[in-house]
Every structure is written in C-alpha cells, then in structure tokens.
T-cell receptor
Framework: DAGVIQSPRHEVTEMGQEVTLRCKPISGHNSLFWYRQTMMRGLELLIYFNNNVPIDDSGMPEDRFSAKMPNASFSTLKIQPSEPRDSAVYFC?????????????FGQGTRLTVV | KQEVTQIPAALSVPEGENLVLNCSFTDSAIYNLQWFRQDPGKGLTSLLLIQSSQREQTSGRLNASLDKSSGRSTLYIAASQPGDSATYLCAVSAGKSTFGDGTTLTVKP
C-alpha cells in the first residue's frame, strides 16, 4: 500500500477563498483522522471518522471548517472562507479501527498558507 | 481534559550516547500510547505502540515503557546516531488521541 495520500502537498491561497484538502486513507482502514499542526498549538485533532461516519468533530475550530467522508477511500477537509490564521500543516491519518485504537499512520501533510 | 507533556523540549547529544525521552499524561484512562518521529517538513512516522495492558515495546534500538498508573512513558534510544535527529512525539489515545509538543533531538557526529 502507498500509505495515506494527501493532496495537495502545498497550497497558497488568498484570504476569503475556499480551500479543499484531500485524503486517501490506507485501504482497509476504518478510521480516519484530520489534524492541524502549528508552532503555537502543536498537533490538534480536528475531527475523526469511523466507518465513514463522523464520531467527534469537537476539535473543528469554527463553522468555516467542514469535513466529509463520502466513502471508505476518500475524505475532504474544507475551509470556507479561509483566513490567514488558518495557515498550518494539515495531516490526515488512518488506522485499522478506532475502537481497538490500533496504530495510526499519517500522510505527508498539506502545508496551507493563507495570505 | 487530557494533557500530555514531553520533557525535555530539546536535547542535543553526541553520537553513540544512550538517551531517554519522557512523556507524561494527566488522565490514566487510556487505550494506548504511541510514539512518533517527525522529520522537518514531513509527516509523522509511527515508532512504537503500547496498549494500556502492556508495560513496554521494543523495536531495534528503541524501547518504550508505559506506567499507566503514574501517567508516564519513556522512549529509550540506544547507541544514538545522527540519523536519529528528529522530533519525537508521544500521543495518548482514549477514543481520540492527544499529542505532546514533542522533543527535538539532535545527535551530533
């Protein structure tokens, strides 16, 4: 397996624009996580899915953020409208199952810059 | 609310030294603890996963221990090498994971 695949790797956008980050989890993994990493706040869990269903979105900072998982092999994190303070590295991770809390595998991340 | 602390924040050692990284957490009701490595500009690579019922896990030169009752974990790196230079993060999981801020390790040749 190629691991967790995220796209794009880098995104530069203007304030107010919509941003969509994409993630393909490892095949067969049932749990998917979206994280945000900044120097100030470290690594924060935004939302996670189990079997394509959002389980906990309490980490989503504002209503401008939304995440979907239409099927087991694809998820998106959308920011609309984007703001400069959203600049961060966004990671997607997947694991075999959330209930058993098995090992999590991370993608390479998307570095988002909002100017 | 779970809080995870890693000490020290940064560590610099000469090549060949054995070293210990520390991780402490406030809520002992966890399912597991995982140690990750992050290289600059890269994602996180899983090193070791310790289930709550386990006391330690070993992989090569790495050994991680878990004392759930005291809320502590250590990552022991034997015979450090310059290639071990990276940031090491621990994450505790109880349904969702909480990460520490990491220890940035520099191993000097």
């Amino acid at each position: 397996d190629a691991g967790v695949i995220q796209s794009p790797r880098h995104e530069v956008t203007e304030m107010g624009q919509e941003v969509t980050l994409r993630c393909k989890p490892i095949s067969g993994h049932n749990s998917l996580f979206w994280y945000r990493q900044t120097m100030m706040r470290g690594l924060e869990l935004l939302i996670y899915f189990n079997n394509n269903v959002p389980i906990d979105d309490s980490g989503m900072p504002e209503d401008r953020f939304s995440a979907k998982m239409p099927n087991a092999s694809f998820s998106t994190l959308k920011i609309q409208p984007s703001e400069p303070r959203d600049s961060a590295v966004y990671f997607c991770a997947s694991s075999l199952t959330q209930v058993m809390n098995t090992e999590a595998f991370f993608g390479q991340g998307t570095r988002l810059t909002v100017v | 609310k779970q809080e995870v602390t890693q000490i020290p924040a940064a560590l610099s050692v000469p090549e060949g030294e054995n070293l210990v990284l520390n991780c402490s957490f406030t809520d002992s009701a966890i399912y597991n603890l995982q140690w990750f490595r992050q290289d600059p500009g890269k994602g996180l690579t899983s090193l070791l996963l310790i289930q709550s019922s386990q006391r330690e896990q070993t992989s090569g030169r790495l050994n991680a221990s878990l004392d759930k009752s005291s809320g502590r974990s250590t990552l022991y790196i034997a015979a450090s090498q310059p290639g071990d230079s990276a940031t090491y993060l621990c994450a505790v999981s109880a349904g969702k994971s909480t990460f520490g801020d990491g220890t940035t390790l520099t191993v000097k040749p």
